[in-house]
């Protein structure tokens, strides 16, 4: 205890061990603070990758998952992070798992990016997009029986 003439000093204790309790604070940040940078840059180069890749401009996607142009491109260079739901809007409008998003690119077997991206529709479209697909494979199928 910090007694001044005979009396605690509460405030000086409290001071204290705010003191300590920023300094740990700051720390403990400086570490966390480059993981988030890190974090940020990778998901959004990631973001940008993916985007690119479905042929979007930055101006039609960010309306699209309903961001700001200069949001949107502070997030793939990594200035800022993005949040929980915004990240949701940008796997469901690129029809990419989170953990592409997250991780990068895993290597993929063919058709998984497919099968992704039926999994991510409704039912309604599901059953629209199944429909298209099994007739696509059909004329493939006749296609392929006709002589060349």
């Not at 509460?10 to 988030?36: P, Q």
């Not at 200035?79 to 895993?106: H, M, N, P, Q, W």
């Given at each position: 205890?910090?007694?001044?003439?005979?009396?605690?000093?509460?405030?000086?204790?409290?001071?204290?061990?705010?003191?300590?309790?920023?300094?740990?604070?700051?720390?403990?940040?400086?570490?966390?603070?480059?993981?988030?940078?890190?974090?940020?840059?990778?998901?959004?180069?990631?973001?940008?990758?993916?985007?690119?890749?479905?042929?979007?401009t930055q101006?039609?996607?960010?309306?699209?998952?309903?961001?700001?142009?200069?949001?949107?491109?502070?997030?793939?260079?990594?200035?800022?992070?993005?949040?929980?739901?915004?990240?949701?809007?940008?796997?469901?409008?690129?029809?990419?798992?989170?953990?592409?998003?997250?991780?990068?690119?895993?290597?993929?077997?063919?058709?998984?990016?497919?099968?992704?991206?039926?999994?991510?529709?409704?039912?309604?479209?599901?059953?629209?997009?199944?429909?298209?697909?099994?007739?696509?494979?059909e004329a493939?199928?006749?296609?392929?029986?006709?002589?060349?």
């Amino acid at each position: 205890m910090i007694r001044l003439n005979g009396i605690t000093n509460y405030n000086a204790i409290k001071r204290f061990m705010s003191i300590l309790a920023f300094h740990k604070l700051m720390l403990k940040g400086g570490i966390d603070t480059m993981d988030k940078k890190n974090i940020n840059q990778t998901v959004g180069a990631n973001i940008k990758r993916e985007r690119e890749r479905a042929g979007y401009t930055q101006e039609r996607f960010s309306e699209l998952i309903g961001m700001g142009p200069k949001s949107l491109s502070a997030v793939e260079r990594g200035t800022v992070g993005i949040s929980l739901s915004a990240l949701r809007r940008v796997c469901t409008v690129l029809s990419v798992s989170g953990d592409a998003l997250l991780f990068g690119e895993t290597p993929k077997h063919r058709g998984t990016e497919l099968m992704d991206k039926l999994d991510r529709l409704g039912p309604k479209e599901y059953e629209i997009a199944n429909t298209i697909l099994h007739k696509v494979l059909e004329a493939f199928a006749l296609g392929k029986e006709l002589p060349r």
